[in-house]
């Protein structure tokens, strides 16, 4: 089992900063792939970038050049850098984790296993 705490959310204007974090323990081993999903109301779950155990890394095209995702395998954190935020960036942002697989971590046929609670994020105008 693995459990995955966020934190970092806030209330910021537009423009501004925040920087998400999600700590990893457990059986870490199962952490090849993190990533970072965000959803709000009438919006489906959407990916904002992940990051695999060997560097790999990819971004939504709509954080693109703004956010920075990083990870510190040795602390098992994962780390989400968000600058220039928008309006449309509000939303509730979850940590997910899982195993090596023969497909990529960025694929649509992935599966993530492990999930934390969530942090929000409210941008203001």
């Known amino acids: 089992q693995v459990q995955l705490v966020e934190s970092g959310g806030g209330s910021v204007q537009a423009g501004g900063s925040l920087r998400l974090s999600c700590a990893a323990s457990?059986?870490?081993?199962?952490?090849?792939?993190m990533a970072w999903f965000r959803q709000s109301p009438g919006r489906g779950r959407e990916a904002v970038a992940h990051?695999?155990?060997?560097?790999?890394?990819k971004y939504a095209d709509s954080v693109t050049g703004r956010f920075t995702i990083s990870r510190n395998n040795a602390e098992n954190t994962l780390y989400l850098q968000m600058n220039s935020l928008k309006t449309e960036d509000t939303a509730m942002y979850y940590c997910?984790?899982?195993?090596?697989?023969?497909?990529?971590?960025?694929?649509?046929?992935?599966?993530?296993?492990?999930w934390g609670q969530g942090t929000q994020v409210t941008v203001s105008s």
């Open positions: 990051a695999d155990r060997d560097g790999g890394i």
């Open positions: 997910a984790a899982g195993a090596a697989s023969l497909v990529s971590c960025w694929s649509s046929f992935y599966s993530f296993d492990y």
């Open positions: 457990g059986y870490t081993a199962s952490t090849y792939c």
